[in-house]
């Protein structure tokens, strides 16, 4: 590359202040995900902990110098603020040092700089320092730029073990609205080469095509992520589109982001999207990725709107209460993983234990299978345990009382009324 101009002489504390402003109302991959598992991606500005074991990697930018104006961007052409275009050393210097200090893996982002193919070729040079010039082994995340060139993705992809491109929008018009520089086709085409190079360079069907490092193509695959309430869409309309998404391209996780616009404007009044929305998402999620349920399911045209008070899978079966109780004996394993509180782990017990023996109440204690919510919607071995709740009005507030009570800080209980509580996800929704 030539002509490079790098400005600014900042400290590394320094830049990544600048960074974590950036970061602010950058599409982030930085909430805890509904399983638990980080999937990669912490923000540099993000208060969760992670787990010691879990896989993190805060955002490192590029650039914050943009030249596009989406308007629900920090780093828009037309905000006024300090600019920085960091050179590809200077990121990978500073990857390597929060790397190493935190335990954590790499996410290297970027706004568009001059364009999307001159600012693609910055992170592959970022990628080059840190595989070739730190020797780093560990779990690298890049940015793909909207409609760039598929050459500058096979290179990048290469030494990335994920990548991804983010949709942002459930409608197209939406872009005309916040962000007219970007398009659907210069988004879903490179999602597009990505699946169909992942397709080819794939070490299970015996091609073997690699990097000189010794790589296959981003091993993790490929992710996005949307904006929730942008544009006054349901989640019914969300869920159906991540559906097709993991469907059509294959994605690892589609991710959410409460849409929160970063000034005020008569366009953004009463937009502000309430964090429980991108919690319950992310639930609804997992219920379409892990436990097979469709959004059809989750989200009917009767309900295209999560509930604030209940869990999805709750939500489900409260909508389908003539299918339950459930005989944990006899039930199949996709009715058992439909069952509030039971998870496909505990699930799988069940389906193992009974070969043996017949499953009680008191043998789910046992196997430590949760009953907070399942034990209204079973019956073990014919007997009913729910203090005869199912079907009553009042089940679904004792379901939310049993959530509430995993909710702590007098913080968090002034936020009841705003409906703004961000809600813990149990994995056993």
Same mark, same amino acid.
């Given at each position: ?95 390597? !040092? ?8 790499? @996410? ?41 060139? *598929? ?24 872009? !005309?609205?916040?962000?007219?520089? !970007? ?74 982001? *409460? ?95 009974? !070969? ?47 959530? @509430? ?16 509580? *961000? ?7």
């Amino acid at each position: 590359m030539t002509n490079l101009i790098f400005r600014q002489n900042l400290s590394i504390q320094e830049t990544i202040a600048q960074m974590q402003e950036s970061a602010a109302f950058d599409i982030g991959e930085g909430d805890r995900m509904a399983n638990g598992d980080y999937a990669g991606v912490i923000p540099l500005i993000s208060n969760i902990k992670a787990k010691a074991a879990a896989p993190t990697a805060p955002k490192v930018f590029v650039s914050n110098d943009c030249v596009f104006n989406c308007e629900y961007c920090n780093c828009r052409i037309s905000q006024d603020k300090s600019r920085y275009t960091n050179s590809p050393k200077a990121v990978a210097d500073i990857s390597m !040092k929060m790397a190493k200090e935190d335990n954590c893996g790499v @996410f290297i982002t970027s706004a568009i700089y001059r364009n999307a193919d001159y600012t693609e070729e910055l992170i592959l040079e970022t990628l080059k320092e840190i595989r070739y010039g730190h020797g780093y082994k560990g779990y690298v995340h890049a940015k793909i730029m909207p409609g760039v060139d *598929p050459l500058l993705i096979r290179q990048v992809g290469f030494l990335a073990d994920r990548v991804s491109v983010n949709i942002e929008f459930t409608h197209s018009d939406a872009y !005309k609205i916040l962000a007219k520089q !970007k398009n659907k086709n210069n988004i879903l085409s490179p999602m597009a080469y990505v699946r169909n190079l992942h397709k080819e360079i794939n070490p299970k069907r015996g091609l073997k095509e690699r990097s000189e490092l010794g790589r296959t193509f981003a091993p993790a695959g490929q992710t996005t992520q949307m904006m929730v309430g942008a544009m006054n869409e349901t989640d019914r309309t969300i869920a159906v589109l991540a559906e097709s998404l993991y469907k059509k391209y294959e994605m690892k996780r589609v991710y959410y982001s *409460p849409f929160g616009p970063p000034y005020e404007s008569e366009k953004f009044s009463n937009k502000k999207t309430p964090q429980w929305r991108g919690r319950r998402l992310y639930q609804a999620d997992r219920l379409m990725a892990i436990y097979g349920m469709t959004a059809e399911e989750i989200l009917p045209e009767s309900a295209p709107f999560l509930d604030f008070d209940v869990d999805p899978k709750a939500s489900y079966a409260l909508r389908n209460i003539g299918m339950f109780p459930v005989e944990v004996n006899t039930a199949d394993y996709e009715m058992l993983i439909r069952v509030p509180g039971i998870g496909t782990t505990s699930a799988q017990k069940i389906v193992v234990a009974r !070969k043996h023996t017949k499953i009680t109440h008191d043998l789910l204690k046992k196997m430590r299978v949760s009953l907070k919510k399942s034990i209204y919607f079973i019956t073990c071995n014919g007997k009913y345990y729910g203090g005869g709740l199912l079907g009553k009005d009042h089940l679904r507030n004792r379901l939310w009382a049993d959530e @509430f009570v995993h909710m702590q800080g007098m913080e968090q209980m002034s936020m009841l009324n705003t409906h703004l509580l *961000p809600i813990d996800y149990d994995v056993s929704v």
